[in-house]
C-alpha cells in the first residue's frame, strides 16, 4: 500500500440546523428542507493553503456585514456585487389591506411609503423580517424559507376572507407568488418596489484574484445574482471562477452554476446568508 492511498480524506459531517437567535421578536414558522445530495448542507472547513479567497456577490443592504462575517471566519473577503438595485416609489395606498407580503428586503422601503406600520408583514426571511422591525412595523412574521415557505405561511395564518394582501416585489418577480396565493383563494395586489441589474462588470480586484487563483469559494444569494455575476465576468475568467467552490442557497442557482462548468457547488439547508457561512465554514 502505498502512502497516498493511506491518506484518505475523511466524510465531512452535515451542517447543523440553523437555530434562531434568542431574543428574536418576529414570530416565525419552522420550514425544514433536507436535500441529499452529495456537498449539500456540508460545513465548508478547508485546511490552509494558498487559496483562501471568498467572493461575495449579494448587494447591500447585506453585503457589508456579509464581508464582515467572512473576514470573521479566517477568509479574504471580496466584494463583488452581481446588482445594481433601483428603488422604487410605491405611492401610499388607501384601502384596507390585510397584510403586506416582502419578498425581499430590497422591497422593506416601499412598504414604509406605502402603508401604516401596524399593518401585519409577512417576510421570506428572518433578514427581511428584521429589516421591517427595523423601518418600524409592529407585527412582523417571517416564513424562514423562501417564496414556497412564505405562501405556505399564509396559508396557514390567515384565513382567505381576510382581505386584500399587498404583495411588494421587484420587477419581474413576485407573479409566482402571486399566483399561489391567488389560486389559494387570496386576492392580491402586487406592486414593484425596486429593479434589479446587472452590473456592467465585475470589478478589477476581483478579476485580479481570480486570475492569480487566489479564490477559493464564491457566494451566490440567488439565481439571479448568480445569473448576473456571470454575464458581469469576462469570458477569459469564467475557467478560473469555475474551479472555486459556489456555495448558493437553491437549486436553481446549482444549475445555473453547473452549466457554467463548476463541478464543487454547494447548497444550502436553508435559503439564508447564516446558512451560507455555516456552509463555507471557518478557515483552517
Avoid at 463541478?263 to 483552517?284: C, E, I, S, T
Wanted: net charge positive.
Amino acid at each position: 500500500m502505498t502512502a497516498s492511498s493511506s491518506r484518505k480524506k475523511a466524510g465531512k459531517s452535515r451542517s447543523s440546523r440553523n437555530r434562531k437567535p434568542e431574543g428574536m421578536r418576529f414570530q416565525t414558522a419552522a420550514r425544514e428542507k433536507h436535500v441529499s445530495v452529495l456537498n449539500r448542507g456540508e460545513v465548508g472547513n478547508v485546511s490552509p493553503h494558498v487559496a483562501h479567497g471568498v467572493i461575495v456577490t449579494r448587494p447591500e443592504p447585506g453585503l457589508s456585514e456579509t464581508l464582515h462575517a467572512v473576514e470573521a471566519a479566517g477568509w479574504k473577503a471580496y466584494a463583488s456585487p452581481s446588482l445594481d438595485i433601483e428603488a422604487r416609489t410605491v405611492r401610499p395606498l388607501r384601502g384596507q389591506f390585510a397584510a403586506v407580503v416582502l419578498t425581499s428586503g430590497q422591497a422593506v422601503p416601499a412598504a414604509r411609503e406605502a402603508v401604516s406600520p401596524d399593518i401585519p408583514v409577512y417576510a421570506v426571511g428572518d433578514r427581511t423580517a428584521q429589516r421591517a422591525q427595523a423601518a418600524g412595523f409592529t407585527c412582523v412574521f417571517s416564513a424562514q424559507g423562501d417564496a414556497e415557505a412564505l405562501a405556505a405561511l399564509l396559508r396557514k395564518a390567515l384565513p382567505h376572507q381576510a382581505g386584500l394582501l399587498l404583495l411588494l416585489s421587484g420587477a419581474g418577480q413576485g407573479m409566482a407568488l402571486a399566483a399561489d396565493l391567488r389560486h389559494a383563494g387570496f386576492r392580491v395586489v402586487r406592486r414593484v418596489a425596486y429593479k434589479a441589474q446587472s452590473v456592467r462588470e465585475v470589478c478589477v480586484e476581483v478579476q485580479s484574484a481570480l486570475r492569480k487563483k487566489v479564490i477559493s469559494h464564491i457566494l451566490f444569494f440567488s439565481a439571479e445574482s448568480a445569473r448576473g455575476w456571470l454575464r458581469a465576468l469576462p469570458v477569459a475568467l469564467r475557467k478560473y471562477a469555475a474551479a472555486t467552490t459556489g456555495i448558493v442557497m437553491s437549486e436553481a442557482a446549482e444549475d445555473i452554476l453547473r452549466h457554467a462548468g463548476w463541478q464543487d457547488v454547494r447548497v444550502a439547508h436553508h435559503p439564508n446568508a447564516a446558512a451560507l457561512l455555516h456552509l463555507l465554514g471557518k478557515r483552517g
